[in-house]
Each structure stands twice: as structure tokens, then as C-alpha cells.
């Protein structure tokens, strides 16, 4: 599975940014998807996922600003990223897991500067 992301950019505090992410190279729908994020010197944290069915999770940092969406005819996911802190900065990776299998983007960068 090949995982496409795009999105990133640079924005001011409080600012908003969306980012895209979409699978291909599969029949299948991945059961879950996600955002991930790696700050400079930071481990990667898991930031939002989604189920098939629609259930998702986020961090607690980022709860009340981020949403993640997907559109399972397009095996694609979807990151709204609204209030955005100089703590969101990071390089952004989507995350798709199909039957156990997980594979990973190329990462897409987020700079909110203050």
C-alpha cells in the first residue's frame, strides 16, 4: 500500500490547515487510518485515527481543534487542523492499517510560527 500525503505548509497561530492522504495499491479498505506527528527531537505520537466505521481518537493535545475524516470510497484521510500552536509544528505521516498490515507516507511538514 502506497500512502500519498499532502497539505503541509506554513501558517501563522491560530491559523488552520488541512491535510490530505490517500491509499492506493490495495483492494481492500484500510480498517483504520491515521495522523501521526515528529517533532524535532520527539518520538512520533499518534495525533488523531479513524475506524472504518467512523469511530475516532485524538490526542488530548489536540482535542477541540483537530478533526480527521475519511472517505472510504477514495481510501482517504483527512486531517482539519483549526487553532493552530507553535507545539503543532512537526512532519506529519499518515498511517493506514489493512488486516494488521500497517504502512506509512512520506510525511508532509507543519510550521506554525507565533
Known amino acids: 500500500v502506497q500512502l500519498q500525503a499532502s497539505g503541509g505548509g506554513q501558517v501563522q497561530a491560530g491559523g488552520s490547515l488541512r491535510l490530505s492522504c490517500a491509499a492506493s495499491?490495495?483492494?481492500?479498505?484500510?480498517?483504520?487510518m491515521s495522523w501521526y506527528r515528529q517533532a524535532p527531537g520527539k518520538q512520533r505520537e499518534l495525533v488523531a485515527g479513524i475506524f472504518s466505521g467512523g469511530s475516532t481518537n485524538y490526542a488530548d493535545s489536540v482535542k477541540g481543534r483537530f478533526a480527521i475524516s475519511r472517505d472510504n470510497a477514495k481510501n482517504a484521510v483527512y486531517l482539519q487542523m483549526n487553532s493552530l500552536k507553535p507545539e503543532d509544528t512537526a512532519v506529519y505521516y499518515c498511517?493506514?492499517?489493512?488486516?494488521?498490515?500497517?504502512?506509512w507516507g512520506q510525511g508532509t511538514l507543519v510550521t506554525v510560527s507565533s
Open positions: 498511517n493506514a492499517v489493512i488486516y494488521g498490515l500497517s504502512s
Open positions: 495499491g490495495s483492494i481492500l479498505s484500510p480498517n483504520y
